[in-house]
């Protein structure tokens, strides 16, 4: 399989991460994010408010606003402290986003108040009443509506990419913007790795533990694309079910195993770095050590914060994608598990598309 490497913008200089892409050069230019209304996501929660209980389930719209600042106002409208406002997912600022937040809310006290809820660039549209504040990640997925505009390039080789997409995902990097604006958050993280102070706010250090493992994930990922097996089972993977955070061993790939990985019910994975050994053995466990041993202050770093190792799937599914074309504009419709950035599926069709840093939805 063909791969490019393309070394994101919004990476530090020296320190940049490569991400190659899986499938050859993108086949197009565009314009992204020319308004928010070029990005729309609505989160999917997967489930349903309880209708009772002591708090409220909201759906807010937002538009050019910060997913934290909107919780502050929720917090303040309310008089509750904004420790108590819960939030599945963070979503982009430049963007029109439809999201999920809860609110404690007496079970006598009407819901017609928090309906007028509303600032500059974020409104209430609806409220139910739940049982328990909204947790970090309780979300199935997201799904996206993204406007590519004054598309130019080989058009039948886009609809080409768009149909493997849909059929076989692409590498589920984390979006250059988990570095920070410029690569801020890698550059504190690694200064705090080789002995400097740690960052003295509470999510200045989060942003950069965040960083540091997002950058061992991606450098394990870009290896295993550039091998041409990031979207293959090798033996002693850690194999990820699709949709879960349970994995198994696979000490030998059979055909049965490799057909479930064809059709996307289990995926290859990498380590989200911590305490722990890496459950992964053989021939992936080799590829891994490779990578991460050439980052020992990183991955120091993130064990002595206390992280825990998990696993993140290599390959990242792109259900129900559409599109279309409206001249030279292009509208992309599709729908990604939590924690994915929509980045690294424009990273596949778009040339320069992580020039763009904002791009993701938790």
């Known amino acids: 399989?063909?791969?490019?490497?393309?070394?994101?913008?919004?990476?530090?200089?020296?320190?940049?991460?490569?991400?190659?892409?899986?499938?050859?050069?993108?086949?197009?230019?565009?314009?992204?994010?020319?308004?928010?209304?070029?990005?729309?996501?609505?989160?999917?929660?997967?489930?349903?408010?309880?209708?009772?209980?002591?708090h409220l389930l909201l759906v807010v719209e937002k538009r050019?606003?910060?997913?934290?600042?909107?919780?502050?106002?929720?917090?303040?409208?309310?008089?509750?402290?904004?420790?108590?406002?819960?939030?599945?997912?963070?979503?982009?600022?430049?963007?029109?986003?439809?999201?999920?937040?809860?609110?404690?809310?007496?079970?006598?006290?009407?819901?017609?108040?928090?309906?007028?809820?509303?600032?500059?660039?974020?409104?209430?549209?609806?409220?139910?009443?739940?049982?328990r504040k909204l947790r970090t990640g309780s979300h199935r997925a997201n799904r996206f509506v993204l406007r590519v505009r004054e598309v130019a390039g080989d058009r039948d080789a886009l609809v080409a990419r768009l149909q493997l997409i849909g059929e076989c995902g692409v590498p589920g990097y984390f979006g250059p913007q988990r570095y920070g604006r410029d690569g801020g958050n890698l550059e504190r993280a690694r200064a705090w790795a080789a002995g400097g102070a740690a960052p003295r706010e509470r999510s200045a250090r989060a942003f950069a533990l965040s960083a540091a493992r997002s950058a061992l994930f991606n450098a394990l990922l870009a290896e295993r694309v550039r091998r041409g097996d990031w979207q293959r089972l090798l033996p002693g993977e850690a194999v990820l079910l699709d949709g879960r955070r349970s994995f198994f061993r696979a000490d030998v790939v059979d055909d049965a195993l490799s057909q479930r990985c064809a059709t996307l019910d289990v995926h290859p994975s990498g380590p989200l770095w911590g305490r722990g050994d890496s459950p992964a053995r053989g021939e992936a466990r080799a590829v891994e050590d490779a990578v991460t041993s050439a980052e020992p202050q990183l991955c120091a770093l993130l064990e002595a914060a206390g992280l825990e190792h998990e696993r993140r799937a290599l390959r990242l599914p792109v259900r129900d994608l559409q599109w279309s074309f409206d001249g030279d504009d292009l509208t992309l419709g599709f729908e990604l598990p939590r924690g994915a950035f929509a980045t690294a599926v424009l990273h596949e069709i778009v040339q320069d598309a992580w020039a763009v840093p904002e791009g993701a939805a938790d």
């Open 64 to 131: 050019g606003a910060n997913t934290g600042w909107v919780a502050s106002q929720l917090a303040r409208l309310a008089r509750v402290p904004v420790r108590d406002v819960g939030v599945a997912g963070q979503k982009d600022r430049n963007a029109v986003t439809r999201q999920a937040f809860s609110l404690p809310w007496p079970p006598a006290s009407p819901l017609d108040a928090c309906l007028a809820y509303a600032g500059e660039g974020w409104r209430v549209l609806g409220a139910a009443r739940h049982g």
């Open 1 to 54: 399989m063909i791969t490019t490497t393309v070394t994101p913008a919004t990476a530090t200089g020296a320190e940049a991460v490569s991400a190659p892409t899986a499938y050859g050069l993108p086949p197009v230019r565009g314009r992204l994010r020319a308004a928010p209304e070029d990005f729309v996501v609505d989160e999917v929660l997967g489930f349903e408010p309880d209708g009772t209980g002591s």
